[in-house]
Structures are given as C-alpha cells and as structure tokens.
C-alpha cells in the first residue's frame, strides 16, 4: 500500500511538472509571437520595443515619448508606477487578458523597462508572479480606485510643456467630469481665439484619442467606468480667462468603439 502511495504520489508531481512546462512553452511561443510584431506603435505613449522570456521573468522594452511621459519623475515614484500597472492587471480585457493569463499560467513574473526616446534615461519595474496573482484575486478595487491611480499617476509627471504655448498643469476630477487643466501662454494664443475655434479644438482632440494607442484606451475606458466625462479646460495665464472642450461619456464609447 506504502507503494502505491508513493507511485501515485510521483505521478501526480510528474503530471504538475508537466502542465508547467506546458504552460512555459505556450507563454514562450506567445512572448516569440508578439516580439515578432516589434517594434509595436502605443499610439502618442511611444513604442514597444521589444518583448523577451527569459528565467520566468517576462521582459517589455518599452521607448517612451518624452512629451507624453516624464521618465525622471516615473524613476522617483515607481510604487505610483507600479500600482497604476497592477490596475491594469485586475479584470483585463482583450489580448491583455490573453498574455496575462498566459503569464499566471506559467507562475511568471513581469518587467517593464521603459527608455526616453530623446534623453536616453531609463527607468524599469518588477511585478513579481505572486504580486500579479495577488491583483488577479484582488475584488476591493472598484472603477474609482482605478482611474485615481490614474490620475496620480499622471499628475506625478505635471506641469509638463506640451507645446510652445500650452502646459499641462494637472488632471482632475471635477463633479462629473475628469479634466485636464492647461495654462496657455496668452501672447502666444488668445483664449477667445482658442474658443471661436474649439470646434476644430474638440475635432483634433478625438483625433489623438482615436490614434492614442492602448495606454489612451486604458484610460478612456477606466473614465467611462466611472460613468464621468473626459474635459480640456485651457485658463489663460494672464486674464485668468478660461474655455473647454468636454467630451462626453457617450462620445467618449464610439471614440473607443
């Protein structure tokens, strides 16, 4: 009987050791698969560079526009970073679900190393097999505590210049409304210019959102799940005058869809 037991007990390691190595290999072929497609455009956010598997560990090489992301206040605040990133482990969707499953399938552990495109600075952060699977079991976080970690995620790289008249000052929530607030150079722009014309203002807007790539989706929709509309309030820095361009959370679906 003693024999048996232990025949059986063998057995049973044999068939987990096998299933792992099942579950390697279909991450490995995954990870192949999508580094074929490097490097991969993230919209406005920059570009995937490369993806590898190596010693479970799950590797993205990501080189970041340095006018959408601040790589030295990422490098000076990666628990922000990191727990902005395990949001978007929690309830994925589309073909983040595909590879996250597949990467909790094989008990690996993931990197992100993220380059500045113009400076050359980099910053990296793990998020190790027992962390993902802690965000996978993890139902207290709701709507709201996403799109705050979000939010402080964004606000931890502000005031950033975005082009010769407009600096982004900080990303709010307001009632029933996520704004984005700017202050413009009014010898540069007039606020009543910019509001005789927000119609071409709103339309170049959806545009980038339409183009944004994954990371801009990831945040439309977490606005969209709370139910809010995404605002562009642009304050003149002298007149203190204000105009914005709101979209709303119907307009803020199709843009998605």
């Known amino acids: 009987m003693k024999k048996m037991m232990t025949m059986a007990a063998l057995m049973g390691c044999v ?9 390697e290999n279909k991450l490995k072929l995954a990870v192949e698969t999508a580094n074929k497609q490097c490097p991969f455009s993230m919209g406005t956010a920059g570009n995937l560079e490369s993806i590898y598997y190596e010693d479970g560990l799950v590797t993205y090489i990501l080189a970041i526009n340095e006018q959408v992301s601040n790589i030295k206040a990422m490098s000076e605040n990666p628990d922000v970073v990191k727990r902005t990133i395990m949001t978007n482990f929690i309830n994925p969707e589309g073909e983040l679900k595909t ?24 910053f990296e952060v793990t998020i190790t097999a027992d962390e993902l699977k802690a965000a996978e079991d993890n139902t207290s976080l709701n709507a709201e505590d996403k ?40 010898s540069v722009v007039s606020i009543d210019n910019l509001k005789s ?61």
Do not use: W
Not at 160 to 185: F, H, I, P, R, W
Not at 212 to 224: A, C, D, S
Not at 228 to 238: A, D, H
């Open 197 to 257: 014309n927000s119609d071409a203002t709103k339309e170049n807007l959806k545009n980038m959102l339409e183009n944004g790539g994954p990371l801009v989706q990831t945040f439309l929709k977490k606005v969209i799940d709370t139910g809010r509309n995404l605002g562009y309030c642009y304050i003149g820095n002298e007149s203190g005058a204000t105009t914005e361009v709101v979209f709303t959370t119907d307009e803020l679906q199709k843009i998605l869809h």
């Open 15 to 23: 068939v987990m050791l096998l299933a792992g190595c099942l579950a």
């Open 147 to 186: 799109l705050n970690a979000e939010i402080e995620a964004t606000n931890m790289q502000l005031p950033m210049q975005v082009d010769e008249a407009t600096v982004l000052e900080k990303l709010v929530v307001e009632g029933n409304s996520v704004v984005y607030l700017y202050q413009v150079d009014e």
């Open 99 to 122: 590879m996250h499953d597949l990467i909790l399938d094989a008990n690996a552990s993931v990197r992100y190393v993220y380059k500045g495109k113009d400076s050359g600075d980099f």
